[in-house]
Nanobody, 118 residues
Framework: QVRLQESGPGLVKPSQTLSLTCTDS??????????WSWIRQPPGKGMEWVGY???????LYSPSLKSRTSISRDTSKNQFTLQLTSVTPEDTAVYYC??????????WGQGTQVTVSS
């Protein structure tokens, strides 16, 4: 059974870097043909895909966030990490880590609230 768990600070100051980690306890993050994504939902808005890291370690980011986004992984811990630099209050959202085959989002973490505020 896939179980994803997000962790990280709930409050980040403007201009700082948001860093969240997701632990996948349900299987290896190198499982062939699977992708681990970050998706966020700002208050009162819809879901927004942030980016993914693939089973191969390849990454892809949303064009609108690409210049500020980095996703990396630690295969020894079965974790992947989101870093979003130069945050503003518009980055306030619930952040989810998600696992699934290409273009599918089958398994979700519970989500973690991140607020950008001074």
């Amino acid at each position: 059974q896939v179980r994803l768990q997000e962790s990280g600070p709930g409050l980040v100051k403007p201009s700082q870097t948001l860093s969240l980690t997701c632990t996948d306890s349900g299987g290896s993050i190198t499982t062939r043909n699977y992708y681990w994504s970050w998706i966020r939902q700002p208050p009162g808005k819809g879901m927004e895909w942030v980016g993914y890291i693939a089973f191969s370690g390849a990454t892809l980011y949303s064009p609108s966030l690409k210049s500020r986004t980095s996703i990396s992984r630690d295969t020894s811990k079965n974790q992947f990490t989101l870093q979003l630099t130069s945050v503003t209050p518009e980055d306030t959202a619930v952040y989810y880590c998600v696992r699934g085959p290409f273009k599918r989002f089958d398994s979700w973490g519970q989500g973690t609230q991140v607020t950008v505020s001074s």
